[in-house]
Nanobody, 129 residues
Framework: QVQLVESGGGSVQAGGSLRLSCAAS????????MAWFRQVPGREREGVAA????????YYSDSAKGRFTISRDNEKNTVYLQMNNLKSEDTAMYYC??????????????????????WGQGTQVTVSS
């Protein structure tokens, strides 16, 4: 059973930084896609960043480019999302997601929540202006 546990959310002022963590367990494959999504009430879940764990390639949404960085620690089976220069519009519940994949991350039309099989419980990020 794959389990994803997020941590690191909190409240920060605009311009500040946060680092989210996603601890993964229960994988039987070494090739999968890990991603971060976010969601605000009444809106669809938005893909923010993704990493092909088997190959190392990364993907960022336009809103994340230049400010967010996805990375991993293989020994800890943990994926991180470093978020810098945070803005009030970054306020959301952030979710970690995973998809076993031999072909990397499905990003041809952007990150879609429906493509991902496993989800964490979410961690809240609140940015005050």
């Amino acid at each position: 059973q794959v389990q994803l546990v997020e941590s690191g959310g909190g409240s920060v002022q605009a311009g500040g930084s946060l680092r989210l963590s996603c601890a993964a367990s229960g994988y039987t494959s070494s090739r999968y896609c890990m991603a971060w999504f976010r969601q605000v009430p009444g809106r669809e879940r938005e893909g923010v960043a993704a990493m092909n764990i088997g190959g190392g390639s990364t993907y960022y949404s336009d809103s994340a480019k230049g400010r967010f960085t996805i990375s991993r620690d293989n020994e800890k089976n943990t994926v991180y999302l470093q978020m810098n220069n945070l803005k009030s519009e970054d306020t959301a519940m952030y979710y970690c997601a995973a998809l076993p994949s031999l072909w990397g991350c499905p990003v041809s039309v952007g990150l879609l929540a429906s493509d991902f099989r496993y989800w964490g419980q979410g961690t809240q990020v609140t940015v005050s202006s």
